[in-house]
């Protein structure tokens, strides 16, 4: 037994209750669902779990109370629950999951329950029997839906067995779990990982005797491990889903990497699961819940753990489990290197934006970040001025050790008068999206004048530094260099662009300094009216007043699209 991580978890969730609770009586009636019932659950575990503050507390009947009555009036007469997607079974799979766990817990005491936790497991009972048929029989739309939806029909089945649940987790399993060769699933994605796939197929083991479904968990577990960083995030730029736009925190891994570290005596998890408990702890009362129903995760990690209360980067066990000569996730193509105290990330896995930039591609533009230390380029984005097509996005990767290449090729096309055979006497003519643009135009019988712009983008890291040779093909245009730093430091070398927030190089070196960490950058090219420092996310977003302009630091390094450009990142300590 843990006791020391099992007290900082109970702590942990003491906390998030009682701030929950100075805000109940006004939040609750506005409730969606899933936070209901996630609010539910920390009630119901703090008031079973006996080294609580809240062990047994007649505060928290009247709370609890409130939240059933929002859950049974949010339930619709199909018993599923409404949100974004109506009548949804896999949104419904969310909330049913976590009722489920409520109700493990109640039934797990060692003595019958009290009148208020008999009451909650009636009412909590009532929504399972009311959603039972329409979970078994429902559909969902992305992939991860599939394993949410059979976890909580394999609990629903294991609290209350009915015919039919079982046989219809057999269909969904028998697709086949959407596992890429390198471990990530196919929606390439840490938060639907941590949220989703990976809980629910640890439940779907558990719940229906199917221990074959870790393996999945291990293999996704192990292709994250060198992604993670060491102020507490981990890469999500690849992704497929909505955090290829943010800095996703590491945290919610923790349960993970602890129950397989436990049930394997993998000395690599147990580093792992070490280095994410002294981050802030992701839903401590729903570990907590967790932990009381789960005895692998109770148990002490293999190893030692750091020195409590350590921060996050103190602590390199994580690193050992990291090739010397970086990373690899050839599906996602993105590859990591890490040398002299500096990390190259290189990102060249986009999808295809066909039929546009939509949820379920990999889209963000950036391909390269680079740290040292505190110090930390972010994004770093390519703009050219091209029939406003956006920025750079790799269609071809190549990597050779240290070496990553990426490519691209594009093209747009000025339209010739119609044959006379297409000529139309009324003037109508076939609606069409021709690539940029729909219209009237019957595009795809007309002749074209077509131009066309190849960039190449190599990236050597080796030596604390990553070299960028740039070149261009084709059309002679406007480009724009975008470096974005994470704030909290300060910059040399640059110029201001009037008020704008921005910067631009325009000779020699620029450095980025945060502490005893600095990036240094360049050289920069000499500003022109015809080299704007602007970024331009493309027509796709622009048409519809929006944007994927990243948040930070803006240095930008303009030019021409004529011929080659290098360009360097160097680590540096300040003695340098």
């Known amino acids: 037994m843990d006791a020391v991580f099992l007290n900082r978890v109970a702590e942990a969730a003491d906390q998030a209750v009682q701030a929950m609770l100075e805000t109940h009586d006004a939040d609750v009636a506005a409730l969606a669902h899933r936070p209901a019932m996630g609010r539910l659950l920390a009630l119901v575990t703090v008031f079973t779990e006996p080294g609580s503050t809240f062990y047994g507390s007649d505060g928290l009947r009247e709370p609890m109370a409130v939240c059933l009555d929002r859950l049974e009036q949010l339930q619709g007469p199909t018993g599923l629950f409404d949100g974004t997607n109506l009548c949804s079974p896999p949104d419904s799979a969310f909330t049913l999951n976590d009722v489920c766990l409520a109700l493990s817990l109640i039934r797990a005491l060692d003595t019958p329950p009290d009148p208020v936790l008999a009451g909650v497991d009636a009412r909590l009972r009532g929504i399972v029997s009311r959603a039972t048929d329409a979970m078994v029989t429902g559909g969902v739309h992305t992939p991860n839906h599939r394993w949410e939806l059979c976890a909580a029909l394999a609990q629903m089945d294991r609290l209350q067995p009915r015919p039919g649940i079982a046989e219809r987790i057999s269909e969904w399993l028998a697709e086949g779990i959407d596992q890429l060769p390198d471990g990530m699933y196919s929606e390439r994605s840490p938060l639907y990982a941590t949220a989703v796939t990976n809980p629910s197929l640890l439940t779907i083991a558990d719940s229906s005797g199917r221990p074959e479904l870790l393996d999945h968990v291990r293999r996704n577990l192990t292709a994250f491990l060198p992604w993670f960083s060491p102020d507490g995030s981990v890469e999500s730029v690849f992704s497929r889903r909505q955090d290829q736009w943010m800095t996703f925190d590491a945290a919610p891994f923790l349960h993970l990497y602890r129950r397989l570290a436990n049930q394997d005596g993998r000395q690599d998890f147990a580093a792992a699961a070490a280095w994410l408990e002294v981050l802030p702890l992701h839903e401590p009362a729903k570990l907590l819940a967790l932990s009381?129903?789960?005895?692998?995760?109770?148990?002490?990690?293999?190893?030692?753990?750091?020195?409590?209360?350590?921060?996050?980067?103190?602590?390199?066990?994580?690193?050992?489990?990291?090739?010397?000569?970086?990373?690899?996730?050839?599906?996602?193509?993105?590859?990591?290197?890490?040398?002299?105290?500096?990390?190259?990330?290189?990102?060249?896995?986009?999808?295809?934006?066909?039929?546009?930039?939509?949820?379920?591609?990999?889209?963000?533009?950036?391909?390269?970040?680079?740290?040292?230390?505190?110090?930390?380029?972010?994004?770093?984005?390519?703009?050219?001025?091209?029939?406003d097509l956006g920025p750079f996005r790799s269609q071809h990767t190549v990597a050779n050790g240290t070496a990553v290449t990426l490519s691209e090729e594009l093209e747009a096309n000025f339209y010739l008068p119609l044959p006379a055979q297409k000529r139309r006497a009324d003037g109508i003519y076939t609606l069409e999206h021709e690539g940029r643009f729909s219209a009237g135009m019957d595009f795809s019988s007309r002749p074209t004048a077509v131009h066309r712009l190849a960039t190449d983008v190599a990236v050597q890291a080796d030596g604390g530094q990553a070299v960028l040779d740039i070149s261009f093909e084709g059309a002679d245009t406007a480009f724009a260099l975008e470096l974005t730093f994470r704030p909290g430091g300060t910059l040399d070398g640059v110029t201001p662009l009037g008020g704008t927030g921005a910067f631009?190089?325009?000779?020699?070196?620029?450095?980025?300094?945060?502490?005893?960490?600095?990036?240094?950058?360049?050289?920069?090219?000499?500003?022109?009216?015809?080299?704007?420092?602007?970024?331009?996310?493309?027509?796709?977003?622009?048409?519809?007043?929006?944007?994927?302009?990243?948040?930070?630091?803006?240095?930008?390094?303009?030019?021409?699209?004529?011929?080659?450009?290098?360009?360097?990142?160097?680590?540096?300590?300040?003695?340098?």
Not at 327 to 337: K, N, Q, T, W
Not at 547 to 561: D, M, S
Request: glycine share 14%.
């Open 292 to 387: 009381r129903l789960d005895p692998w995760l109770r148990e002490a990690l293999p190893g030692s753990r750091p020195a409590e209360g350590a921060p996050p980067s103190s602590d390199t066990s994580i690193h050992a489990a990291m090739a010397p000569a970086g990373a690899a996730l050839e599906s996602c193509g993105v590859y990591r290197f890490r040398d002299a105290g500096s990390v190259t990330t290189v990102f060249g896995g986009c999808d295809a934006l066909v039929p546009g930039v939509v949820s379920g591609l990999a889209a963000n533009p950036t391909f390269l970040r680079f740290a040292h230390g505190a110090a930390v380029l972010t994004d770093v984005r390519l703009s050219r001025s091209f029939f």
């Open 504 to 576: 631009q190089l325009v000779e020699g070196m620029g450095r980025y300094r945060v502490g005893a960490d600095a990036i240094e950058f360049g050289p920069g090219l000499p500003a022109g009216p015809d080299t704007p420092a602007a970024y331009n996310p493309g027509e796709s977003y622009r048409y519809l007043a929006g944007t994927n302009a990243t948040g930070g630091v803006k240095v930008y390094i303009t030019g021409r699209t004529r011929g080659s450009h290098r360009f360097t990142l160097r680590g540096l300590h300040r003695s340098s």
